[in-house]
């Protein structure tokens, strides 16, 4: 049974293999409250994960060890069971979705384990690996709905509770719910005035729904930029504890979370992915009255692959109104481009891309003009697109 003695347990197995991240106070992010961010990121694996499967490998028995340990992931879980399984010198396979991200997949096997790669997602990867694991003799390894996986995990509560004293709120990322069970179970035993808060994608919402159904629910689909927390289904464990310990789960948009990825590349100098960015998406999107509170939010992973964190960053600046892209209706003639290139030099904008068309106008002689530029914020986009009205130009 999961208790707090053996959180505490998990704490002093894990000296050896974890790196212990310290607090970081953000400043610029969610000025509405005092912001800490808990940098898992920054974690040996960029992931929190190795924290609970390496602590579940360390509880098995010599002749388990011996068999191997089997896992499935969308990447991070992966990542904590290779290296925790390489350090003890066991086989490890690993059930990948083949959807991971490439950087996920090469690191996994740079931590010395096999890979699976499994069509579709983590719930299809999940079921491959039970297969395996019957067929082979290994010992499967939950990256979530386990008892020692969720100890593992609840060290980090000891660590914040350790780091900062007067926290009013934890805001946790919820995929299958490992994370914040153990967090939220932690919390409790040791401080229940703390309230402790789940973020779920708006597109795999399953503990969210589950939790308000009162009872375990499955997603037929999900689909999001947080490939991390991306579950059909919550544990029972996990579901159980999320039930009884977690105080609200609120909903994150991607676009939300893609903000808040560039908010921390900016703010913070920090890289996370998009489970990792998810609550403190939360916190800047006001999901939860914290408003003059103390909040740690936990930053849970930074394993991003490059290509997808460049469509992020896109995506982050066109919804933080950092880049935008105007469609102009005009008179074909000379001189057009080079007037509107003033105006919009002379609110600050600067130009990153101009496209010509002809197309179907009212004029005969009419074109189009697509401009797209770098601008401060929307106040900034609606001042140029103003000016440019009050100039006479006509915007599509």
Known sequence: MLSLDKVFNAQ????????????VRAYGIAPHCELYLKPENLQITGSFKVRGSAYKIAMLSDEEKAKGVIACSAGNHAQGVAL???????????CLPDSAPISKVEATKGFGADVCLVEGCYDDAYKKALELKDSCGYTFVHPFDDENVIAGQGTIALEVLNDLDNIDAIVVP??????ISGIAYTVKQIRPSIKVYGVQMAGAPSMYNSVNAEEIRCLESVSTIADGIAVKQPGENTFRLVSE??????????????????????????IAEGAGAAAVAAVMFDKFDLKGKRVVSIVSGGNIDVTSLSRVIDRGLLNSGRSTSMLIELIDKPGQLKEISRIIADCGGNVTGVHYEKGNTESVNGCYLRI?????????????????????????
């Open 245 to 270: 310990y977690v105080d609200g789960i609120a909903l994150v948009s991607d676009d939300e979370v893609a903000s808040a990825i560039l908010g921390l590349m900016e703010k913070q100098k920090m």
């Open 12 to 23: 002093t197995v894990l000296k050896s293999i974890i790196r212990e991240t310290k607090l």
């Open 372 to 396: 797209e530029m770098e601008t401060r914020d929307f106040d900034h986009v609606n001042l140029i697109t103003q000016t440019l009205k009050n100039e006479g130009f006509k915007l599509i």
């Open 174 to 179: 919820v995929g299958g719910g490992g994370l």
């Open 84 to 94: 925790a399984a390489t350090k003890n010198g066991i086989k490890s396979l690993i």
